[in-house]
């Protein structure tokens, strides 16, 4: 097999729609999202709670509850991962394709020791015996620098801290070096010592391994650390994506540009939080129009009535950075900054 180049996507996702099936009726988690993900890249999907950014990666990686229903493609060399027989994807994931969850506590086994749980994977996907399983998963231990791996290794999850449970679904995620890695919400409920130092390691196994991250997270703080490309979505929708600097010097799109607002500053520039009024919509009962309308100061009728398409608003200058920003929304990014002037006069 031919070693992709840098630029080429190892990962492509086209028109993703999760749906799941309720007493209420169907609920659209996901709808239509695409992008692509190149070899060594970094792509943060960004969004609050609830606006399907973990059932766009569950659902990648076969793993939705069993009401719901992936439709689309997800195609891994030349594969749609949404229509292989089991057995075919039990062996991508883990071995080409990983997964960081949300929550290490419950998504490790607590009645198994993490070599356990380590050496498992590697004697599935590599064939390797229980020794040489074994010293692998000591030394991905150290990479993740949990201290004195060799003594830890035999213990259970609950005799872990949070901070170490997470690296050791790092060091897991990473045993059998994948192409594709797919992070969800990694530096949770973590203080921001540890966060750092997470993200760092990221990087780090990244560069190493040369592996193409998905990371999902609600930080854009995170986002603007460790990422290449953003992904901002909203009620199961994609609202903007584009290079990290278009997303923080350029954002058009009236939620991108109101999530960045209620960032923290530590520039010294004298400014109060502008928070988002309202709340996210339900995804069982979503409007009809754009799902941001109920909460955005510059929707009208039109914004009520029909789902604005995705469109392309801007092109890289650099020949090696051929990506293309695009945007989903009625009004013109002149009118977004328009009313953001306004706004910032009568505050």
Known sequence: MTTPSPKAPVLQVKDLQVQFATNDGPVYAVNGVSFDLARGQTLGIVGESGSGKSQTALAM????????????????????????????????????????????????????????????????????????????????????????????????????????????????????????????????????????????????????LGTAIVLITHDLGVVAGVCDQVLVMYGGRVMEQGSVEHIFARAAHPYTRGLLQAIPRMDGEASSLRAIPGTPPLMAQLPSGCPFAPRCALADAQCSQEVPVLQAIAASQAADEPFVAHRACHRTEAQVLHHEVLEAGHG
């Not at 356990?116 to 996907?125: A, G, I």
Request: net charge neutral; charged share 20%.
């Open 61 to 208: 990686m076969g793993l939705l509850a069993r009401q719901g229903q992936a439709s689309g493609q997800v195609l891994y060399q030349g594969q749609n991962l949404l229509t292989l027989a089991p057995d075919a994807l039990n062996t991508l994931r883990g071995a080409h394709i990983a997964m960081v969850f949300q929550d290490p506590m419950t998504a490790l086994n607590p009645y198994l020791t993490v070599e356990r749980q380590m050496t498992e994977v590697l004697q599935w996907h590599k064939g390797l015996d229980r020794r040489a399983a074994r010293q692998r998963a000591l030394a991905m231990l150290d990479a993740v620098k949990i201290p004195d791996a060799a003594g830890r290794i035999s213990r259970y999850p609950h005799e872990f801290s949070g901070g170490m449970r997470q690296r050791v679904m790092l060091a897991m995620s990473l045993l059998c070096e994948p192409e594709i890695l797919l992070a969800d919400e990694p530096t949770t409920a973590l203080d921001v010592t540890v966060q750092a130092q997470i993200l760092a390691l990221l990087r780090e196994l990244q560069r190493d």
